[in-house]
């Protein structure tokens, strides 16, 4: 049985699943401008398991985003990333 955060539900998602590393990192710079034009405090990047290579990108792109408090994986699916913004 799959487990949702309930403290996620309205969190807006991207998913970047068939991006390459380039492609992702500006679909998730727009992303959250957007988010933070909508006051979300929250949001969710999909970028799946698979080799690993989309996660590291996507890490390594908000550790250097200013706007980015903090990013975990989600403990409820290791695919996804939770980002609070500032």
Same mark, same amino acid.
């Given at each position: 049985?799959?487990?949702? !955060?309930?403290?996620?539900?309205? +969190?807006?998602?991207? !998913?970047? @699943? &068939?991006?390459?590393?380039? &492609? +992702?990192? +500006?679909?998730?710079?727009?992303?959250?401008?957007?988010?933070?034009?909508?006051? +979300?405090?929250?949001?969710?990047?999909? @970028?799946? *398991?698979?080799?690993?290579?989309?996660?590291?990108?996507? @890490?390594?792109?908000?550790? *250097?985003?200013?706007?980015?408090?903090?990013?975990?994986?989600?403990?409820?699916? !290791? &695919?996804?990333?939770?980002?609070?913004?500032?």
């Amino acid at each position: 049985m799959k487990r949702i !955060d309930p403290f996620l539900y309205n +969190a807006p998602i991207l !998913d970047i @699943h &068939g991006f390459d590393r380039y &492609g +992702a990192q +500006a679909m998730i710079d727009n992303f959250i401008d957007n988010c933070i034009r909508i006051k +979300a405090n929250k949001l969710i990047i999909v @970028h799946g *398991k698979g080799e690993g290579i989309l996660k590291k990108s996507t @890490h390594d792109y908000l550790k *250097k985003d200013k706007r980015v408090l903090e990013y975990k994986i989600n403990i409820f699916n !290791d &695919g996804e990333t939770i980002v609070t913004l500032k």
